[in-house]
């Protein structure tokens, strides 16, 4: 199983943009889709977008979809998630995730195999 650790988050004006990275052990990295949830405060969790394994499909929340990038790179087992045009809307926790099936994002996000820490992205007015 992979472990992740998350970087990146700041404090960012609105419009601007931030690049968050999630960086994974071991030597599966290429077997497991990846994505990006995230908790704003006072809400739930909620599914950002995430990846497959090879890099071809990608998937999105219509809340972020024209502004964020997700991205990976398998020989660095890092995943990137790039964001711009951020609104003070967008501040919350970022946790990058990791499952062996992208579907589990998509439609049983409360079990996906494995998370990181969290970063914080704050957005301000």
């Known amino acids: 199983q992979v472990q992740l650790v998350e970087s990146g988050g700041g404090l960012v004006q609105a419009g601007g943009s931030l690049r968050l990275s999630c960086e994974a052990s071991?030597?599966?990295?290429?077997?497991?889709?990846m994505g990006w949830f995230r908790r704003a405060p006072g809400k739930e969790r909620e599914f950002v977008t995430a990846?497959?394994?090879?890099?071809?499909?990608?998937s999105y929340a219509d809340s972020v979809k024209g502004r964020f990038t997700i991205s990976r790179d398998n020989a660095k087992n890092t995943v990137y998630l790039q964001m711009s045009s951020l609104k003070p809307e967008d501040t919350a926790v970022y946790y990058c995730a990791a499952d062996q099936s992208i579907l589990t994002f998509l439609r049983r996000p409360l079990y996906v195999e494995v998370w990181g820490q969290g970063t914080l992205v704050s957005v301000s007015f």
């Open positions: 071991g030597r599966t990295f290429s077997s497991y889709a």
């Open positions: 990846i497959r394994g090879n890099g071809v499909s990608t």
